[in-house]
Structures are given as structure tokens and as C-alpha cells.
């Protein structure tokens, strides 16, 4: 066997890894603090790709900016979706389920007509489509500007729920809500700014994911479901994704090295179902308080 | 008296006479596409009405009911598709497209008709009983058990898609002549197909309505209330939910056999996420508590689809979403129980005597 | 003679934290034991160990002669054990009377469910016990309406309906009025004819009332256990819980 030819797939499966994880970091917010299962965080992705899309070619705006803008007009949209129907149906996450579902149609078939179903496609800076060579092995800038976007996103929210107040009041919403009400925390602002900032992550890795791919009102459809297999794996907690995308991601490339993408998606699916037979709480679970 | 909605004879008398206006339908529609069409709303409703036993009663929200839907589809698939190979051209034309030169073993089977329908609902059955068996033994439950079902429904659709030499890919297969059953030809467009799909769908229902009735039911429905405390009375709540899940699972899988009895065509369309997910859409807009309203949701969505689809093609998808919307935040029980409500007024007034119309729910006895 | 129910050595840790710390106890076939001790003392963990709620670090539990140690709840549940709540679990959305039904589980065997309509002797049975739990008005009522007695006496009567041979009754007269309370207590007592029960109470009049036996747990052991006089005459009793109590 090829040894340069397998160190290059373990160098792509940190890249898809990072992939993974960009795609499941909202989702893990969103689930792990608010409880809110997000069908609609794929199309969360969608309109983070669309955003970029149009502030590039309608106002010009630089790659590099549309990302950070990404974020801001799908967080915007996040909190009115929060406070219009989200709001009222925590502490029902199967109902959080469905409703969401049906906002992702919304969301999809919207878009669709404002933008038609042709693929749009984003355009990174020309030093982004150039590769980096390792010696024996090579990677396009873009996705090492993927990890980067990704670790900066993982460390900013770490750095927001652990060295911050925001953080700690959405910890002590997270264990028991009553409690955290009675030290006059307002949690129904805390799932509102969380539910948001979720979004708003999604937004990023649609202006990332839009370089990556072509850019399709149906887009969000193929991340959604690895994005909860992450959260699921993970437990719900953000070190829970970060490992389970790393080695999901890592698994993924090679099980691709010795069969093909589409095979290899299909071991890790099987192997997830596995691995939750065992550990139904996921890798790192967070308590939860019952009767 | 109580409410006219909950009485066990006026529900029975109710479905009674639903089915029979449906089995009178042949007598009154002469255009063969119709009435194929109208078959393939069996197939719907059917699928509503294991949605609707499996979450409904069951508690159990199952967004992968494309699998059991999927293979049984698959399984009859290749059945006709065998049948229509002979002795001297064993292998179906997609294969030897693929460069296969000889008959997968897992084909093998199928050339035999009865052999083939009975893998069609006994390998989705089994798949069911042995991966419900797992989830529910591991206390995966709620929306976890969900995911999951979403996970392997995606897994499902992908080994489809990539194995294409043997289950056609993207293409999927195409049984090149109608099923034939003991040397008769079932043609799609006949009424003999609308009828075959009704009394399936009759048995299953009535199946359906008799589990809920069952002490089996009964348990059922205490797990979807509370699983924790009904473990403490002695029950296997692992087992109660794997049944419900298999016998949900085996509704659909009858119900994909009867799809591509119908149209003569699978693809891994029937496993795409979005269309299990439609399937909850019916029966949550129905009403998930009702088998007959979770059917009547079906047809409502897959009629509207088909009828306004064309005029409002471009904004169907919103309506639909918005209307689902609608449901999940203030009618969470669907619009059976809108009927209900209305029964129970006309019960707490005295002196009223209701018609027992519209569709039944089975919940609550007494 | 042995204990119906016998506790050997059991430890439960979450964590670095004891919870139970080597405790033992054996309740005699037939009588009514009162587990009593301060907040935290863990009880209700012993109540959660004994019925597999959670499975504990060490020791054993033995149950008429067979271990049932780490098995399954309903696995426990089928070898006669009935359990009340601290909180009041009953199925909210079923009726009073669906509840009963469920709670009558002679059969429990999902398969052999699915055929089963009618079930022999449940009529009797229900009458019976909704009578004794002053039910027989509610019975079409969804049992989510309840006021809170009616919710204990509902979940009292399940158990009953249950027919274990052991009862666990974790503070069943929380919420019950004077006379309520007297009520619980008679029956307890009728009880004790066909059953064995263990109660814990805070209510130390109303364990004076019914307990044959009485066992204060501390910080996760075994403190003491005798009759009430006995208890009511310790030292260490008196400093770490009666003491407390009378204080308060």
C-alpha cells in the first residue's frame, strides 16, 4: 500500500472533519442548551450560503466578509423564528421536531422562488483555489481555511459559554431553568440569544459550504441529518461534537480510501447506530435531572 | 352519555361505512388512470395509518418508515422484475448494463413469485423487529429514537444508490410487465388493483383497530404517557414498543408492495428522507391519535398535492409547510381532533342526540 | 427466619459521592417497616436500588430467596414488588379507570396482549380497590385532572391493584388530609394480613401509628432499627433526626 496515498486521506479527513463539525456546531448549541430539535438547520446552512451569495453579487461584498454578514442575517432570521414560533413549544422537543420540519419547507420552497432552482455558485478569492503542498501530500487552501473558520468557531464559543457571563447564565439555564429564574436570570432571553447564535453558526458554514459546493435551495437536506448524527454522538455537549466529528470525519476518509464516498457514508451510519446501542447517551453526556 | 367520539360501536360503524363508500368507487369511475391513481392513495393511507399506530399510539415518532416502505417496495420489485426473466435471459437487463454476468445470490429467491412476495414483507418485518429490538433495548427513545431512524433510513438510501449493479442505482428497476399471481395478471389500471389495495388496506386497519382495542394497546398507550412508571407494573416496555414498531413497519412494507403493484416502478425516491417525513406530515395534520383521521390526511394532502399541485405549483411546498406549522403549534392532535371537540360539545349539552359522521378516534375507550 | 426482603451490604456511588454507604436491612414477611432519617438520608435511592431504577456499586438484594440485584424494573416488578412514588406518577392522559387496568398486570407478555380483550377478574378487582381508594366516581376521569390526594390514592391503588407481595410506599400521605391520613393508615394496617410493606415517612406520628418495625437511615447507613419505643429511646436517633424534628 501506498503510504503518501493514505497520509493524504488522513490529512482529508481532518478537512472533512472540520466539515462535519462546522455543519453540526449550531445544531449542538441549539440542541445542547435550548433542547430544540432543529429540522431546519439545514436550510439554516442553505440561507447562510444564499446570504453570501447575494451580498457578493449584488453588492460586491469581499469572500471573506460575507461570512461574518452570513452570520448576521441568519442569526436575525433565527430570532424571529425564535420568538415567533420556537418559543412556544419548549420543554416539547418532538414538537420542536416537526414545527421545524415544517419551517424548513418553508424556508427551501422560498428561497426557491425568490432565487429560482438553478445552482448559483459563490466565488472565493483566487488564492483560495490554489493547493498547499505538504511534500507528500497536498490540500486546497480552501478547506485550510475551513479548519481555520472552524477552529476559530469552536473557540470563540468556548470562550463564550465558559469564561463569560452569557456563558454561565446559559449553563445554569441548561440544569434547571426554575433555579436559574430565581437568581433572576431571564431564560426565555437566554434560549433567544442561544437559538440564534445557533443560527447564525449555520449561516457561517453555508457561506463556507457554497464555495465548496454549488449553491441549491435543497442543499441543506444533505447536512441536516450528519449534523444530528454528530450532536446525537456526541451527547449534546460541544467537546461531544468536536470528538465525534473528528473521528466520524477521520473514519469517513478511511473507509474511502478502500471502497468510495458513498460506501463509506454508509459504514459510519451503521457504525453510529452501533456505537448509540451501547452508549445511548452519546460520548460525553450532560446529566439530567429526573423525578 | 359521554362523547359520541369515543364510543367503540359508532367508531366501528364509522369505518364501516368509510370503506364501503371507498369500494363503491370502481362502480362509479370508468377512467383507468383515475382509479389507478386512486389506488396509490391506498397505498398513502396505509402508510398514514402505520404512521399513525406507531406514534400515535404507540408514542414511538418515526421518521424512517421509508425503510420498511423501501424494501417491501424493493422485494416486490424484484419479484416481477424475475418475473418476467426466463430460463434462457436469467439476469434483468440493468444488471448486464452493469457488466454483471450472473445473478446475485440474493436475487436468487425472487425468481420464485411466492417465495419473493413472502421476502418482500418478512425482511422489512424482521429488519424492524431486530433494529427496534436493539434502539428500544439501549431506552433510545423520543426524539433520540427518531435521529435514528433517520440515520439508518439515510443509510438505507445510500448502500441503494451505491450498489447500483444490484438494486439499479438512482434508476432504480422497472418491472417491464404487470405482477402475475397464479397465472393471473394483476393489471394496474383495473379495479380488481384499486380493490386488491382496499382489502389490504381493510385488514390492516381493522388489524390496526384491534390492537389499540387489546390490552396490548392499552400498555401501549401508558408507555407513550409515561414508559418509566409502566416498567415499575411489570411490563417489558422494550418489547411492547419493538411490536408496535414491527407491525407499524409491516403495514408499510404492504404498502410498498402494493406501490409498485401499482406503478411498476422503484426508485430510491421511496427511501428519501423527505418523503418519510411527508408520511408524518399526513398523519400529524389528520390526526395522529386516529387511525381513520391519520388516512383521511393522506388523502387530503396527497389530493390537494395532486389537484391544486398544478396551480399552485410554486408555492405548494409553502402552503404545506405553513399549514404544518399551523398544526404542531395549535391543533397538536390534528384536525381529528377538532371533530372530537365538537362531539364533546354536543355531549355535555343534554337532550342531543349526535350523527355519528366525519372519522373516529379510537383513543381513550369509553 | 429469613426476611422476605433482605438487604446485604449495598453501596451506591455517583460519582465520588456515597450515596448508600454499606447498608443492610430485612424486612419480615408480613410486617410493616418504616424507613425513616433525615433529607438526603437515601431512602428513596434504597427504594430506586431495591425496584432496578438504578443498579448499585455493591452488595445484594434479596428478594424471597432469589437475587434480584442490578435486574431489570419490571423483571422486579414481576417478582412482586410494587412500587408508590415520591411524586405521584400516574398516567396522566388515560383515564382512572385505564389506569387501574394497566396497573392489573397479570399478563404481561406483549404477544399474548395482542389477543387479549377481556381480562379475568378485573371487574372484581377494580371495583374493589376504587372503592378502597374512593375512586369509584372518578373512574372516567383522565387521571391528569386529579386534585393531588386523589392523585396518591390513585397511585396507591395501583399498586394495590398490582397484588404484590412486597409494597414500597414512598411517602404516600404527603397532601392527604386529617382524615385521609387516618384512612391510609387502616388500610396499611389491613394490608399487612397478605402483604408486607415498607413506607417511608416523615410523619412521625403517623409511623408511630402503623410501623412494626422502624429503620432510621443517616447519611446513607444504617443508624438503628427496632420498634418505635426503642427508636423514639436512642441517643444517636435523637441527636441526628428526632432530635431535629422536635426542634423545628
Known amino acids: 500500500m501506498d503510504i503518501g496515498s493514505l497520509l493524504n486521506a488522513l490529512i482529508l479527513g481532518v478537512s472533512i472533519a472540520s466539515i462535519w463539525l462546522i455543519a453540526a456546531l449550531g445544531l449542538t448549541i441549539i440542541y445542547g442548551a435550548a433542547g430544540v430539535i432543529n429540522m431546519a438547520h439545514g436550510e439554516f446552512i442553505m440561507l447562510g450560503a444564499y446570504s453570501s451569495y447575494m451580498l457578493q453579487y449584488y453588492f460586491g461584498l469581499p469572500y471573506l466578509l460575507c461570512i461574518p454578514a452570513s452570520f448576521v442575517i441568519v442569526a436575525a432570521v433565527g430570532l424571529v423564528l425564535e420568538r415567533g414560533l420556537i418559543q412556544y413549544l419548549y420543554n416539547r422537543p418532538l414538537d420542536t421536531l416537526l414545527a421545524t420540519y415544517g419551517v424548513s419547507l418553508v424556508l427551501m420552497q422560498g428561497v426557491r422562488l425568490i432565487f429560482g432552482s438553478d445552482p448559483k455558485y459563490l466565488a472565493a478569492p483566487a488564492l483560495f483555489s490554489s493547493n498547499i503542498s505538504l511534500g507528500f501530500a497536498s490540500v486546497s487552501t480552501f478547506r485550510v481555511v475551513i479548519l481555520l473558520v472552524t477552529a476559530l468557531c469552536v473557540l470563540g464559543i468556548w470562550l463564550l459559554f465558559y469564561k463569560t457571563r452569557f456563558g454561565v447564565q446559559v449553563r445554569a439555564v441548561m440544569q434547571n431553568k426554575e433555579m436559574a429564574a430565581s437568581f433572576g436570570i431571564n431564560s426565555s432571553r437566554i434560549y433567544m440569544m442561544t437559538f440564534a447564535l445557533g443560527a447564525g453558526l449555520a449561516g457561517v458554514a453555508g457561506s463556507l459550504f457554497g464555495v465548496l459546493a454549488i449553491v441549491l435551495p435543497t442543499m441543506g437536506a444533505s447536512y441536516v441529518v450528519q449534523a444530528f448524527l454528530m450532536v446525537v454522538t456526541g451527547g449534546g455537549s460541544l467537546a461531544g461534537t468536536v470528538v465525534a466529528s473528528g473521528v466520524t470525519g477521520q473514519l469517513q476518509s478511511v473507509f474511502a480510501f478502500f471502497s468510495n464516498d458513498t460506501f463509506a457514508r454508509f459504514l459510519i451510519f451503521v457504525l453510529i447506530v452501533v456505537f448509540l446501542r451501547f452508549r445511548p447517551q452519546g460520548l460525553f453526556a450532560q446529566a439530567g435531572a429526573r423525578r | 352519555m359521554g362523547n359520541l367520539y369515543h364510543n367503540k360501536t359508532a367508531q366501528w360503524l364509522v369505518y364501516a361505512a368509510f370503506f364501503i363508500g371507498l369500494a363503491l368507487i370502481p362502480s362509479f369511475v370508468d377512467d383507468a388512470f383515475l382509479l389507478n391513481q386512486l389506488a396509490t392513495y391506498g397505498v398513502y393511507g396505509m402508510l398514514a395509518l402505520s404512521i399513525s399506530l406507531c406514534w400515535g399510539f404507540g408514542g414511538i415518532l418515526n421518521l424512517g418508515q421509508g425503510i420498511a416502505f423501501g424494501l417491501g417496495a424493493y422485494g416486490m420489485a424484484m419479484t416481477m422484475q424475475m418475473q418476467s426473466q426466463s430460463e434462457s435471459n436469467p439476469i434483468p437487463p440493468f444488471m448486464l448494463n452493469n457488466s454483471l454476468d450472473a445473478l446475485p445470490w440474493f436475487w436468487e429467491p425472487f425468481s420464485n413469485t411466492a417465495a419473493g412476495l413472502f421476502l418482500a414483507i418478512a425482511v422489512p418485518t424482521l429488519f424492524c423487529a431486530i433494529f427496534g429490538g436493539i434502539m428500544f433495548r439501549a431506552r433510545v427513545s423520543g426524539p433520540f429514537f427518531a435521529i435514528m431512524t433517520l440515520a439508518m433510513l439515510s443509510a438505507f438510501y445510500t448502500i441503494i444508490l451505491d450498489r447500483q449493479p444490484y438494486t439499479g442505482g438512482v434508476n432504480g428497476i422497472t418491472p417491464p410487465s404487470a405482477l402475475q399471481i397464479a397465472g393471473v395478471e394483476i393489471d394496474p389500471y383495473s379495479s380488481t388493483a384499486y380493490l386488491t389495495v382496499l382489502g389490504i388496506l381493510v385488514v390492516a386497519t381493522v388489524v390496526a383497530k384491534l390492537i389499540t382495542q387489546s390490552s396490548?394497546?392499552?400498555?401501549?398507550?401508558?408507555?407513550?404517557?409515561?414508559?418509566e412508571r409502566v416498567r415499575f407494573l411489570g411490563y417489558s416496555v422494550a418489547g411492547y414498543e419493538t411490536m408496535i414498531y414491527t407491525v407499524s413497519g409491516m403495514i408499510a412494507a404492504f404498502a410498498g408492495c402494493c406501490l409498485v403493484m401499482l406503478v411498476q416502478y422503484?426508485?430510491?425516491?421511496?427511501?428519501d428522507v423527505s418523503f418519510s417525513l411527508s408520511m408524518v406530515i399526513w398523519a400529524a395534520i389528520g390526526g395522529r391519535l386516529s387511525l381513520l383521521g391519520s388516512m383521511c390526511g393522506a388523502f387530503l394532502i396527497m389530493g390537494a398535492q395532486s389537484y391544486l399541485g398544478d396551480t399552485f405549483l410554486a408555492t405548494w411546498l409553502l402552503i404545506l409547510g405553513g399549514f404544518f406549522i399551523i398544526v404542531v403549534r395549535f391543533l397538536p392532535n390534528g384536525l381529528a381532533s377538532l371533530l372530537e371537540s365538537a362531539l364533546g360539545l354536543l355531549a355535555s349539552k343534554p337532550k342531543t342526540s349526535a350523527e355519528p359522521n366525519g372519522d373516529a378516534k379510537p383513543v381513550p375507550a369509553e | 427466619m429469613p426476611g422476605l426482603l433482605e438487604i446485604h451490604n449495598l453501596s451506591k456511588s455517583f460519582d465520588a459521592t456515597k450515596v448508600i454507604n454499606d447498608f443492610s436491612m430485612e424486612v419480615v414477611e408480613g410486617t410493616l417497616c418504616c424507613l425513616v432519617g433525615p433529607n438526603g438520608a437515601g431512602k428513596t435511592t434504597t427504594m430506586d436500588l431495591v425496584t432496578g431504577r438504578i443498579k448499585p456499586t455493591s452488595g445484594k438484594v434479596i428478594f424471597a430467596g432469589?437475587?434480584?440485584?442490578?435486574?431489570?424494573?419490571?423483571?422486579?416488578?414481576?417478582?412482586g414488588i410494587g412500587r408508590k412514588f415520591q411524586v405521584p406518577a400516574v398516567l396522566r392522559d388515560l383515564t382512572v379507570r385505564q389506569n387501574l387496568e394497566v396497573a392489573y398486570s397479570r399478563q404481561t407478555n406483549p404477544f399474548w396482549n395482542l389477543f387479549k380483550f377481556r381480562k379475568a377478574g378485573l371487574k372484581e378487582k377494580l371495583d374493589e380497590i376504587a372503592t378502597l381508594g374512593g375512586l369509584s366516581g372518578r373512574l372516567n376521569e383522565r387521571a391528569g385532572i386529579l386534585s393531588h390526594g386523589e392523585t396518591q390514592w390513585l397511585e396507591i391503588s395501583m399498586v394495590l391493584m398490582q397484588e404484590p407481595r412486597l409494597l414500597l410506599m414512598d411517602e404516600p400521605i404527603a397532601g392527604m388530609t386529617e382524615g385521609e391520613i387516618e384512612k391510609t393508615a387502616r388500610i396499611f394496617k389491613d394490608l399487612r394480613k397478605?402483604?408486607?410493606?415498607?413506607?417511608?415517612?416523615?410523619?412521625?406520628?403517623?409511623?408511630?401509628?402503623i410501623a412494626d418495625v422502624v429503620t432510621v437511615m443517616h447519611m446513607g447507613s444504617l443508624l438503628a432499627t427496632g420498634t418505635i419505643s426503642e427508636i423514639e429511646a436512642d441517643a444517636r436517633v435523637r441527636d441526628v433526626y428526632l432530635g431535629e424534628k422536635e426542634a423545628a
Do not use: N
Open chain 2, 216 to 227: 396490548f394497546g392499552l400498555v401501549t398507550q401508558a408507555i407513550r404517557d409515561d414508559a
Open chain 2, 266 to 271: 422503484v426508485s430510491p425516491a421511496q427511501m
Open chain 3, 66 to 79: 432469589e437475587d434480584i440485584t442490578a435486574k431489570h424494573e419490571h423483571v422486579i416488578a414481576r417478582a
Open chain 3, 194 to 209: 397478605t402483604a408486607t410493606l415498607i413506607v417511608v415517612e416523615h410523619d412521625m406520628g403517623f409511623v408511630r401509628e
